[in-house]
């Protein structure tokens, strides 16, 4: 007779699967090992990416401030070609000293623009020496300029033209004492194309706290460079010994952590932050003044200022070279015999630094 099995007694017979302890230790021991060498892995691929990104933010705030400098120094010089014509009902009597003259308009006549007064055969340039607005002018009714007349102008009947006329500033960087340098650089012009000029200083200032970085056995600073820039307010040309600039408006961050030793007068690569190798001296009436044909700028950015995975000092350089045209073009206008026609370095430049220049 047949015996119907028992599904379950026979599972209740049958051994149980498991772990033994020794089993568990073994396999948890392996479990360390692979992790104890992943780990490292990952930890050291985090710390990588954390610097190419800190890196790269660097990069990238370094390259944008190039940017802007490339742009700036590039209009350094520049005073816009305004050419309008305006009139004047005045009559004009010759005179050898300095009068002044009521025109329809003066708006972008600035001190150091030539005009060019009349027609015909009384057809003159005169220079600028001051407007009705701007400070220490001897002109007290609007719309007046300053200069020296050596013809008769009659707008009584007809009001004769006036037109302006602007050269270049051969001296858009300032290179006299205590202006641009190795660590700063000062310029001027119509850096916003919008018919202002503007005064521009770009210059370092150690970090604080103070922070040194030796590299290849030399000790260098940590800096940021600073940018200011203030429109320039013109004054009556005649001198005037009581006149003072005015201040600089103050400075913003640029570029942080550049690396620079001020007593060789260089970065890293062993160049100065701002060079200027094509200098031309030219004869500006009644002076000489030198102009600058180049400015050659690098930068040199610590990062962090240590690289996160090795803790060895970490940089990199950025450099160009700028040629503004404008500094160029009054050089031609020197030697074709025109230097009496180039602007002054207008009347309020430099400008003093407050003492919050650097905040």
Not at 102 to 125: K, M, R, Y
Not at 129 to 155: A, K, R, W, Y
Not at 276 to 285: A, C, R
């Amino acid at each position: 007779m047949l015996r119907r099995a028992n599904p379950l007694s026979d599972l209740q017979k049958a051994p149980q699967a498991g772990f033994s302890l020794i089993e568990l230790m073994v396999s948890v021991a392996i479990i360390i090992l692979l992790m104890s060498a992943v780990f490292p892995f990952l930890f050291e691929s985090q710390m990588k990416y954390q610097e190419n990104q800190v890196v790269s933010e660097a990069n990238q705030g370094a390259r944008a401030a190039m940017e802007v400098m490339t742009q700036e120094i590039g209009q350094a010089g520049f005073n816009p070609d305004f050419t309008t014509a305006k009139t004047s009902s005045a009559t004009v009597a010759v005179n050898s000293s300095p009068q002044c003259v009521t025109l329809s308009n003066i708006d972008q006549i600035n001190p150091g623009d030539w005009v060019a007064v009349d027609t015909g055969p009384n057809h003159e340039l005169v220079q600028v020496l001051s407007t009705s607005n701007v400070s220490g002018t001897p002109c007290t009714s609007p719309n007046q300029i300053q200069g020296v007349f050596l013809m008769n102008h009659d707008g009584s009947t007809t009001p004769f033209p006036v037109t302006s006329y602007k050269m270049p500033y051969g001296s858009g960087i300032l290179q006299t004492s205590g202006t641009s340098n190795d660590q700063r650089l000062e310029f001027f012009g119509d850096i916003n194309q919008d018919d202002v000029i503007r005064y521009v200083v770009y210059s370092l200032s150690p970090v604080s706290p103070a922070t040194t970085v030796s590299i290849n056995g030399t000790s260098y600073t940590l800096y940021n460079l600073y940018r200011s820039m203030t429109t320039v307010p013109f004054t009556n040309l005649p001198a005037s010994s009581t006149y003072t600039p005015p201040a600089n408006n103050q400075a913003s961050p640029l570029v942080a952590n550049v690396l620079y030793n001020a007593t060789n007068q260089s970065g890293p690569t062993g160049e100065p932050l701002f060079a200027y190798p094509n200098q031309i001296v030219i004869g500006v009436v009644p002076n000489q003044i030198t102009v600058v044909g180049t400015v050659v700028v690098a930068i040199s950015v610590a990062v962090s200022p240590k690289s996160l995975e090795s803790q060895l000092p970490q940089w990199f350089t950025m450099a160009t070279q700028i040629r503004p045209l404008d500094l160029q073009a009054a050089v031609t206008v020197n030697n074709a015999g025109g230097a009496i026609y180039l602007p002054p370095l207008p009347k309020s430049l430099p400008m003093t630094f407050p003492s919050n220049y650097y905040p």
